[in-house]
C-alpha cells in the first residue's frame, strides 16, 4: 500500500508524510486552501505555489514550501507531484510514486474549466482517492455560459427595479467563480470583508477578476443602486445584508440541484454552481485515471461505492474527517 489511511489523515508510510490531514503531523502536502483539507498546525506544509498566498492568508505563519504543477520531488525514496484539479485556484491532486506504483489523492476537483482555475488533468495511476460530494446521477451541471445567462438576468431584473441583488458564496472558489460569470456592465460589484481578502490575493497571484468594491462600515448603501452583493451565506441573513434595503436574495452551491435544499435556505433563488466534479465529471475523471482501485470519500460514498463496484472496480470507502458533505459549499468556512 503506497497509502494508508488513518486516524490522522491518509498517510504514506515509506515517505513519512500525510495528505491534507486533520490532525497535527509532522509533514503535511496539502492539496488545497479549504478548511477542511489545510489544518492548521502540522510542523511542516508542502502544497503548489499557487495556493501558498491563500494558505498563509488562512494559517498564519506556517513552515511552507512550495512546487509547481508537475514538478516531481523525491521524499524519502516517493515520488510526489502536484497536478490541477480545477477546483480552485492553486488546487491540485497529489501523484505518489512508490517502487512503480502510482497512487492519486483526488482532493476536490472539478472536471469542466471555469476560465479561473488551473484546469483538471487527468492523471494515470494505479490507486485513486477520489471525492464524491456530487455522486449521484442528479447533479448534472449546466455549462458556463448557460449558467451566466442565468444570473445576469436575475441581476439585470432586479437592478431595473432599483433592488440590490446578494448572493451568497463560499469566499474562496465560488465567490471568484461568481465573478468571472457575471457581467459588470449591468452594475457595481460589492463584496463582503471575507470575500475581497480572497479576491485582492488571487489578483496579486494574476489571476483575472473584475472590478469590485469592499463593504465597510463606511459604505453608503444609496450610493450603489442595483449592485450586486458577494458574501459569505451567512452574511446573508444578518445586519450586514439588511442595510442596503430589501434586496434579492440567492445562494450559488451544487446542492441548489436539489429542491429541499433549495427550500430550506431562506432565499429568493438558487443558482447550482459547483466547484466540485457532477456525476459524469467524476465518471470520467475516474474513468481517465486507468485505475482499477477506487476509495471514495467525501459525500455519496456508499452509494457510489456501489456503483463503482457494478462497474467492475475494486471499490472501497475511505471515511475522512472532511466534515459533513455540506461543508466545501456551504458557510462554515469562516468558523475553522
Ligand atoms: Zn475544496
Ligand atoms: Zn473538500
Known amino acids: 500500500m503506497v497509502l494508508e489511511f488513518r486516524e490522522e489523515g491518509i498517510y504514506c508510510p515509506a515517505g513519512d508524510f500525510h495528505v491534507d490531514p486533520w490532525q497535527p503531523v509532522e509533514r503535511a502536502l496539502i492539496t488545497h486552501g479549504h478548511a477542511d483539507h489545510a ?3 502540522h510542523r511542516r506544509y508542502l502544497a503548489t505555489e499557487a495556493a501558498a498566498p491563500v494558505l498563509r492568508h488562512r494559517l498564519g505563519e506556517i513552515t511552507l514550501e512550495t512546487m509547481r504543477y508537475g514538478e516531481r520531488r523525491d521524499i524519502n525514496g516517493v515520488t ?31 472536471t469542466t474549466p471555469d476560465g479561473l482555475s488551473e484546469p483538471f488533468a487527468p492523471v494515470s495511476c ?18 458556463e455560459a448557460t449558467l451566466a445567462t442565468e444570473i445576469n438576468a436575475w441581476w439585470q431584473a432586479n437592478a431595473a427595479e432599483g433592488r440590490p441583488s446578494a448572493i451568497g458564496a463560499y469566499s474562496l472558489g465560488k465567490a471568484q467563480r461568481l465573478l468571472t460569470l457575471v457581467d459588470p456592465s449591468i452594475g457595481p460589484i460589492l463584496t463582503h470583508g471575507a470575500v475581497e481578502a480572497v479576491d485582492e490575493i488571487l489578483r496579486g ?12 462600515p463606511e ?3 444609496k450610493a450603489h443602486p442595483g449592485a450586486l452583493l458577494i458574501a459569505p ?6 445586519r450586514w445584508l439588511r442595510r442596503f434595503g430589501p434586496a434579492a436574495t440567492a445562494f450559488a452551491s451544487g446542492w441548489m440541484a436539489l429542491r429541499g435544499v433549495r427550500r430550506r435556505r431562506a432565499v429568493d433563488r438558487g443558482f447550482v454552481v459547483s466547484d466540485h466534479a457532477d456525476w459524469a465529471g467524476l465518471n470520467a475523471a475516474i474513468r481517465e485515471t486507468g485505475a482499477e482501485r477506487i476509495f471514495a470519500t467525501h459525500g455519496y460514498t ?3 461505492r456501489q456503483w463503482l463496484e457494478s462497474q467492475g472496480y475494486d471499490a472501497r470507502i475511505v471515511e475522512t474527517a472532511y466534515g459533513d ?5 456551504a458557510d462554515t468556512e469562516d468558523a475553522a
Not at 477520489?130 to 451541471?141: A, R, Y
Not at 451565506?233 to 444578518?238: F, N, V, W, Y
Not at 458533505?325 to 459549499?329: G, I, M, N, Y
Open 126 to 143: 494505479h490507486a485513486f482517492i477520489t471525492e464524491c460530494t456530487f455522486g449521484l446521477p442528479v447533479f448534472d451541471w449546466r455549462d
Open 205 to 216: 497571484q494574476g489571476y483575472a477578476l473584475p472590478e469590485t468594491t469592499r463593504v465597510t
Open 325 to 329: 458533505e455540506l461543508v466545501d459549499e
Open 302 to 304: 456508499a452509494t457510489f
Open 219 to 221: 459604505t453608503d448603501p
Open 80 to 110: 510526489v507531484s502536484f497536478h490541477p484539479a480545477g477546483h480552485v485556484p492553486g488546487s491540485a491532486q497529489i501523484r505518489i510514486e512508490h517502487r512503480g506504483e502510482i497512487w492519486v489523492v483526488s482532493g476536490d476537483y472539478k
Open 39 to 41: 489544518y492548521a498546525g
Open 233 to 238: 451565506p451567512s452574511a446573508l441573513e444578518g
